[in-house]
């Protein structure tokens, strides 16, 4: 198999990152003392990374390689998510980490996105994103700071980008969780064949004077069936949850402290909401309130939805692989922020990778990897 961590101007440099991605597959560390293996394998590594060449950009730039042909025809979940990898410090130590988290803690922020195939479930491989670190604390309240501003902008950006990526694709939708709700994203990404799912974030005005949530709650009961929730995390076991659904059209009214005046004073879009009935003792039952640009016909469709939007636990695998359950990334003892974010891009290639093997292998067997537990009822 080719490795590839993408094109630095220099073939060595490009070649040097093949070897250094196929030992991390081979080995599952990132410690680059037993990357190298012999010392001569040691200081080049330790050259490539610390390479002017060699940026997080670059290594950002080839994520998407390898999965532009991936997606060709095919209808792309376009899966995004961010996560923070904290590392060790100490007060004379610092690495040029900023703040993650809460209290003191620090180190790098990643959001990138993934390319699922959304009939199958099978994971294509990475497709954009972006890798960060904070310079300190913002003092200037969020409502006045320009959406440019703001560390959430990341989600329109890595959307933006994604097009020319994923332009093979017979169709693209962009999942997001609750902080990528954002009024200039509904204005401003979708297009013929682009479209965003995500969950709503907040109780919107809308422009029948009325609220999200409360239209969400009148629209008329579609259906009930059997939801399977995997795990999630150690300790929490995986479920069937009982679930009702109901959906219907929004207007949503554009925000009353929204800084961009030039934005669309309403917007149309479909909702659907799914709740969880009778969930067990002591556990947060499901509610999702799912916005959404594509259009809902009948209860099949918003199931449809809903199916898209389970995909996104896929990527919370992804991150769970980059972080202490795959190559124990928060234990790297690299002395600065930018080899730490070079590092990071390169361990999103392989736990991308890693899970796109995997799903393959479930495609290849006939297995969805998505599926509801029951027959829908309508």
Same mark, same amino acid.
């Given at each position: 198999?080719?490795?590839?961590?993408?094109? @630095?101007?220099?073939? !060595?440099?490009?070649?040097?990152?093949?070897?250094?991605?196929? /030992?991390?597959?081979?080995?599952?560390?990132?410690?680059?003392?037993?990357?190298?293996?012999?010392?001569?394998?040691?200081?080049?590594?330790? !050259?490539?990374?610390?390479?002017?060449?060699?940026?997080?950009?670059?290594?950002?730039?080839?994520?998407?390689?390898?999965? !532009?042909?991936?997606?060709?025809?095919?209808?792309?979940?376009?899966?995004?998510?961010?996560?923070?990898?904290?590392?060790?410090?100490?007060?004379?130590?610092?690495?040029?980490?900023?703040?993650?988290?809460?209290?003191?803690?620090?180190?790098?922020?990643?959001?990138?996105?993934?390319?699922? /195939?959304?009939?199958?479930?099978?994971?294509?491989?990475?497709?954009?994103?972006?890798?960060?670190?904070?310079?300190?604390?913002?003092?200037?309240?969020?409502?006045?700071?320009?959406?440019?501003?703001?560390?959430?902008?990341?989600?329109?950006?890595?959307?933006?980008?994604?097009?020319?990526?994923?332009?093979?694709?017979?169709?693209?939708?962009?999942?997001?969780?609750?902080?990528?709700?954002?009024?200039?994203?509904?204005?401003?990404?979708?297009?013929?064949? @682009?479209?965003?799912?995500?969950?709503?974030?907040?109780?919107?005005?809308?422009?029948?004077?009325?609220?999200?949530?409360?239209?969400?709650?009148? @629209?008329?009961?579609?259906?009930?069936?059997?939801?399977?929730?995997?795990?999630?995390?150690?300790?929490?076991?995986?479920?069937?949850?009982?679930?009702?659904?109901? @959906?219907?059209?929004?207007?949503?009214?554009?925000?009353?402290?929204?800084? /961009?005046?030039?934005?669309?004073?309403?917007?149309?879009?479909?909702?659907?909401?799914?709740?969880?009935?009778?969930?067990?003792?002591?556990?947060?039952?499901?509610?999702?309130?799912?916005?959404?640009?594509?259009?809902?016909?009948?209860?099949?469709?918003?199931?449809?939805?809903?199916?898209?939007?389970?995909?996104?636990?896929?990527?919370?695998?992804?991150?769970?692989?980059?972080?202490?359950?795959?190559?124990?990334?928060?234990?790297?003892?690299?002395?600065?922020? /930018?080899?730490?974010?070079?590092?990071?891009?390169?361990?999103?290639?392989?736990?991308?990778?890693?899970? !796109?093997?995997?799903?393959?292998?479930?495609?290849?067997?006939?297995?969805?990897?998505?599926?509801?537990?029951?027959?829908?009822?309508?």
């Amino acid at each position: 198999m080719d490795y590839s961590l993408g094109c @630095f101007g220099d073939v !060595r440099l490009d070649r040097t990152g093949g070897v250094f991605l196929a /030992d991390m597959v081979a080995r599952s560390t990132v410690c680059v003392r037993q990357l190298g293996v012999s010392r001569g394998g040691v200081l080049r590594h330790g !050259r490539f990374l610390a390479s002017p060449r060699v940026t997080v950009k670059k290594i950002i730039e080839g994520w998407g390689e390898a999965t !532009r042909a991936a997606v060709a025809g095919r209808h792309v979940l376009a899966i995004q998510d961010t996560t923070e990898v904290k590392f060790k410090t100490s007060a004379s130590r610092r690495r040029g980490l900023g703040l993650v988290k809460k209290g003191n803690v620090r180190g790098v922020l990643a959001h990138s996105m993934i390319a699922v /195939d959304a009939a199958s479930g099978a994971c294509l491989g990475p497709v954009t994103g972006e890798v960060w670190t904070r310079a300190g604390r913002v003092s200037k309240p969020h409502r006045d700071r320009q959406l440019c501003e703001r560390e959430s902008a990341r989600w329109l950006r890595c959307a933006e980008r994604a097009k020319p990526i994923l332009k093979a694709a017979a169709m693209v939708t962009v999942i997001g969780d609750r902080e990528s709700d954002i009024y200039a994203e509904w204005a401003c990404l979708p297009e013929p064949d @682009f479209h965003l799912l995500t969950r709503a974030s907040s109780d919107r005005k809308l422009a029948n004077d009325g609220y999200l949530f409360a239209a969400a709650r009148n @629209f008329p009961l579609a259906g009930m069936t059997h939801l399977l929730v995997p795990q999630r995390s150690p300790g929490v076991a995986a479920r069937t949850a009982s679930v009702t659904l109901r @959906f219907g059209e929004v207007v949503i009214r554009r925000p009353r402290h929204e800084n /961009d005046r030039s934005l669309p004073k309403t917007l149309p879009l479909r909702l659907v909401e799914l709740r969880e009935v009778n969930p067990p003792k002591g556990v947060e039952p499901l509610h999702w309130r799912l916005l959404t640009t594509h259009e809902i016909s009948s209860p099949a469709d918003a199931w449809q939805l809903v199916s898209w939007y389970k995909a996104r636990w896929t990527i919370e695998q992804v991150h769970r692989v980059m972080k202490s359950q795959g190559l124990d990334l928060e234990e790297s003892q690299l002395a600065s922020a /930018d080899r730490l974010k070079e590092l990071l891009g390169a361990v999103a290639v392989y736990a991308a990778g890693g899970y !796109r093997a995997l799903t393959a292998y479930s495609e290849k067997k006939g297995g969805e990897v998505l599926r509801l537990t029951s027959q829908l009822k309508s």
